[in-house]
């Protein structure tokens, strides 16, 4: 991972358009390629990014990253760098789950039918380059589709599905893999976000859930 602390204004290309003026900010340059750009408030969420697949390309003041497939830009204009810093984090083990999500991804896959009829289960914990899908299945067309479980439901799942999406569907045994994103609650920004990345939104019940039987499934 890269670290840059830098005076800088940004501009973003495409769809819309967006100008942060020049101001003091953290760039983050990651290994799967993704660049964010942060302020010292807004807690974890970036003022701007680019998910990956997309490029970097530094020219003196102007910093320009592309994406590799729709072709936006975020243009960096580098006034000063305060701090230029490389790391190398490793492979992160992933995201360890608290007992209500666990349970979730168990319930579920044991009862794979509640996501629609002549769904059935590939696997738990189907493992890719960058962590565990939560499930991957298929639906009732031979489809296959990767669910991500959350407790509660927020952008940062919605992107951390999207990853895996873009790794499996590098995999022509599985290709093409559609998403779905399920939860107990999600938000309504995660939702316009994953429908706009046509990922399927379920909001689950969790007591609804437990209290299915084996022989008698049931939707909620």
């Known amino acids: 991972m890269r670290l840059v602390i830098a005076r800088c204004s940004v501009d973003y290309i495409g769809r819309l358009t967006a100008h942060l003026p020049m101001a003091p900010r953290l760039l983050l340059i990651k290994a799967d390629g993704s660049v964010s750009i942060h302020a010292d408030d807004r807690a974890f969420k970036p003022l701007n990014w680019m998910n990956p697949p997309c490029k970097l390309k530094e020219d003196g003041e102007t910093w320009t990253v592309t994406h590799g497939k729709t072709g936006e830009k975020l ?13 190398e984090l490793g492979v992160d083990p992933g995201l360890i789950k608290d007992g209500v999500e666990a349970h979730l991804q168990e319930l579920l896959a044991e009862h794979i039918t509640t996501l629609g009829d002549g769904y059935s289960l590939i696997r738990r914990e ?10 991957l299945c298929r639906d009732s067309t031979g489809a296959t589709v990767a669910v991500e479980i959350k407790r509660r439901g927020e952008i940062d799942g919605v992107e951390q599905l999207t990853r895996y ?16 994103f399920a939860a107990q609650e999600i938000k309504p920004q995660a939702r316009v976000l994953a429908t706009d990345r046509g990922i399927d939104c379920v909001t689950l019940d969790y007591d609804a859930l437990r209290g299915i039987e084996p022989e008698n499934p049931t939707l909620f």
């Open 126 to 135: 189907y493992m890719t380059a960058i962590g565990p899908v939560d499930i």
């Open 165 to 180: 999406l873009e790794l499996l569907n590098r995999d022509p045994l599985l290709s093409p893999v559609r998403g779905v």
């Open 75 to 87: 243009v960096l204009t580098m006034a000063e760098i305060l701090h230029d810093s490389s790391h």
